[in-house]
């Protein structure tokens, strides 16, 4: 059974900064993209972030230049260091990662941590 387990979210105040973690469990045979969405109150859910097994990234236009997404693969994590938090980035924001996994093994599943609270007052 497969895991995503996040932390770092917390209360800031705007202009300030938070790194979140999320590291993957389990019976893990490759992680290929990692990411991060977010879901704000009374809003859909939104890509944030995303990072391919080679590095290459992607970010929603309201992050750029502000947010950085990074992995460790040889510790199956994925981080989102976000820089000048502005109150509109609060929201619940969650793992997810394409998992191949399991005995035998099952390609390309899609996994989603639970969550973690981003607050930014203003």
């Known amino acids: 059974q497969v895991q995503l387990v996040e932390s770092g979210g917390g209360l800031v105040q705007a202009g300030e900064s938070l790194r979140l973690s999320c590291a993957a469990s389990g019976s893990i045979f490759v992680i290929d993209g990692m990411g991060w969405y977010r879901q704000a109150p009374g809003k859909q859910r939104e890509l944030v972030a995303a990072?391919?097994?080679?590095?290459?990234?992607n970010y929603a236009d309201s992050v750029k230049g502000r947010f950085t997404i990074s992995r460790n693969n040889a510790k199956n994590t994925v981080y989102l260091q976000m820089n000048s938090l502005k109150p509109e980035d609060t929201a619940v924001y969650y793992c997810?990662?394409?998992?191949?996994?399991?005995?035998?093994?099952?390609?390309?599943?899609?996994?989603w941590g639970k969550g973690t609270l981003v607050t930014v007052s203003s």
């Open positions: 990072i391919t097994s080679g590095g290459s990234t």
């Open positions: 997810n990662a394409e998992i191949s996994s399991g005995t035998p093994i099952y390609y390309g599943m899609d996994y």
